[in-house]
Each structure stands twice: as C-alpha cells, then as structure tokens.
T-cell receptor
C-alpha cells in the first residue's frame, strides 16, 4: 500500500492560516487523498478528500500537487478548536483495505 | 440521528478474561472497521468487514476476533491471547462501493486490563 509522510507536529497562531503538508511519493493513479482529524479522546472526524483537483469545503481546502506526490491541507483561519491530530490517508478503489492511518501531525494553535 | 455508536465508553477487565466491545451503525453502510490506538500513536487496523458474514484481518488481528451477522453490528472480542489489550478502540463505517465518501467513527471504547 502507498504510504504518507507527515511532520510530527506543527504550531500556528489563532486566526492565521495553517498549511499542513503530506508527502505520498508512491501514490497510484486510483488513490484518493483523504484528511481526517482527531481531537483528544475522540474518534477521527472527516475533513476533506480529493483525487487530482484542488478541493474546498466549509472546513478546509485541499491543494494537490500536479504530480500528486504531495498535498497540503489548508485551514484558512485557525481557531483553538482546530487543535488536533491531522491524518493524511490514501484510499484506493483497487484495495479492499481502505483508510490505513499513520501517525499524523499534531497541530497546536496558540492564542 | 444517524451515526455509529460504541459501547461502553470505558471498560475494565481482569487479565485473562475475554471482553466484547460493541459497535452499531444505522447509516446502512456495508463496510465496517475496527482500529486500535495506543497513547501518542496513530490508528492500527485490527479487522474490517466489507459485507455481512464476511470479514478480513487487518495489520494486528492476533488476539482479536469479530463477527458480522448483521449489517448494522460489528462486535470485537478481545481474547486472553491478546498480550497487551489496554488501548483505545475505535469502530468506523463507510459506504463500501464509493471510495470517495467519508468514513464515520464512533467515540471509542477505552479498555483497561488490570
């Protein structure tokens, strides 16, 4: 299975944009890029996903590199409630084993 | 409301006892998953099921068992063979046929074996 690489931790100031990177150099053509986040002692929560084009929703934006070997989750204005572990995940139509999680990035938002 | 429910939220068991964690969903999802999370770590896949009466081992299935007799239910049994069962257990579900849809997670069960 293709894997992802994320920084262990990042910090951001409140009300500033946050760019969370993810490398997936072995991504296949059928792999979707998903992002989830997890608050302490809770189950993960879906954030956004995409295949090739950049995506926007009410929570965030997903910027996907042209070669698809990396992507960036963008939180436009970080709030204290955005402090969480963010997971970048690849999910393929060709694989029954979907949603394989790595260690993620711990985002700290400073007031 | 539609969703995925895990129970109980906290569970304490003595070493050597089997214990079953409940996971129920009313989202009409075909696929269901069990994950284990240790402190400061990511999620590791224990078992997954794509359809009723079918399930496959994940990365760390040893010491665990599951059943999928009903679409809405996917219970996980932590057996005495699991050497280090204390962990946070998460259940999830998704629409199997559509990869580009989100997965829904329960709030987890924190199992402590003493």
């Amino acid at each position: 299975d293709a894997k992802t690489t994320q920084p262990n931790s990042m910090e951001s100031n409140e009300e500033e944009p946050v760019h969370l990177p993810c490398n997936h150099s072995t991504i296949s053509g059928t792999d979707y890029i998903h992002w989830y986040r997890q608050l302490p002692s809770q189950g993960p929560e879906y954030v956004i996903h995409g295949l090739t084009s950049n995506v926007n929703n009410r929570m965030a934006s997903l910027a996907i590199a042209e070669d698809r070997k990396s992507s960036t989750l963008i939180l436009h204005r970080a709030t204290l409630r955005d402090a969480a572990v963010y997971y970048c995940i690849l999910s393929s139509t060709g694989s029954a084993r979907q949603l394989t999680f790595g260690s993620g990035t711990q985002l700290t938002v400073l007031p | 409301d539609g969703g995925i429910t895990q129970s109980p939220k906290y569970l304490f068991r003595k070493e050597g006892q089997n214990v079953t964690l409940s996971c129920e969903q009313n989202l009409n999802h075909d696929a269901m998953y069990w994950y284990r999370q240790d402190p400061g770590q990511g999620l590791r896949l224990i078992y997954y099921s794509q359809i009723v009466n079918d399930f496959q081992k994940g990365d760390i299935a040893e010491g665990y068992s599951v059943s999928r007799e009903k679409k809405e239910s996917f219970p996980l049994t932590v057996t005495s063979a699991q050497k280090n069962p204390t962990a946070f257990y998460l259940c999830a579900s998704s629409i199997q046929a559509k990869v580009n849809t989100e997965a829904f997670f329960g709030q987890g069960t924190r199992l402590t074996v003493v």
